[in-house]
């Protein structure tokens, strides 16, 4: 059974840093990409970060660019989220994904998420 098991996630003070782990078992996702999403209340889920795992190549939201960096440990089978210079607005719960397609398509395989709650 394939799961992807985020954590790391909490409350923090606006300008703090936390870093997300996704822990992926079930199945080596060597050849595909592997993402961060996120949703806060009332609003609709959108992209974080990607990172190809072959070759390493990244992409990032404008929002997040700069503040955000992913990173992979392929031999723990394990995704990072390193998050610094929080804002409230990054309020929300966060979810790690995987897909065979691309950075931003075609996640099949999700994790149940963990909350980030930054204060102002």
């Known amino acids: 059974q394939v799961q992807l098991v985020e954590s790391g996630g909490g409350l923090v003070q606006a300008g703090g840093s936390l870093r997300l782990s996704c822990a992926a078992s079930g199945r080596t996702f060597s050849n595909y990409v592997m993402g961060w999403f996120r949703q806060a209340p009332g609003k609709e889920r959108e992209f974080v970060a990607a990172?190809?795992?072959?070759?390493?190549?990244?992409s990032y939201a404008a929002s997040v660019k700069g503040r955000f960096i992913i990173s992979t440990d392929n031999a723990k089978n394990t995704v990072y989220l390193q998050m610094n210079s929080l804002k409230p607005e990054d309020t929300a719960l966060y979810h790690c994904a995987a897909s065979a397609v691309g950075f931003i398509s075609g996640y099949n395989y999700w994790g149940q998420g963990t909350q980030v709650t930054v204060s102002s």
């Open positions: 990172i190809r795992r072959s070759g390493g190549s990244t």
